[in-house]
């Protein structure tokens, strides 16, 4: 049992940055790849980033690529999205998710956060 809670989500202007965390607690966290994903208004769920155990693979949807990063501290139990030159189409909830596997299904996550909202303003 995983539980992981988010945080770092606000208001912010287009071209800014954000950085979200998301901290775990229970299993051993650096068991598990870990995940970000988002849910616009109106919109489906959707992939941002994922990262494995040892964090030496990472793998972005075409929308952040070379935009966000994706990082994690397994002696903190944290995963990190670092979100640079926000743009209005960032705007969603973000979600942190943890799995056995390294994917980019969001049905092959086990655990999930409660989500941190992002907004940005053109």
């Known amino acids: 049992q995983v539980r992981l809670v988010e945080s770092g989500g606000g208001l912010v202007q287009a071209g800014d940055s954000l950085r979200l965390s998301c901290v775990a607690s229970?299993?051993?966290?650096?068991?598990?790849?870990l995940g970000w994903f988002r849910q616009a208004p109106g919109k489906e769920r959707e992939f941002v980033a994922t990262?494995?155990?040892?964090?030496?693979?990472?793998y972005y949807s075409e929308s952040v690529e070379g935009r966000f990063v994706i990082s994690r501290d397994n002696a903190k139990n944290t995963l990190y999205l670092r979100m640079n030159d926000l743009n209005p189409e960032d705007t969603a909830v973000y979600y942190c998710?943890?799995?056995?596997?390294?994917?980019?299904?969001?049905?092959?996550?086990?655990?999930w956060g409660q989500g941190t909202r992002v907004t940005v303003s053109s």
């Open positions: 998710a943890a799995s056995s596997e390294y994917t980019t299904f969001s049905s092959g996550y086990t655990y």
């Open positions: 990262i494995s155990w040892i964090p030496s693979r990472q």
């Open positions: 229970g299993d051993t966290f650096a068991n598990y790849a």
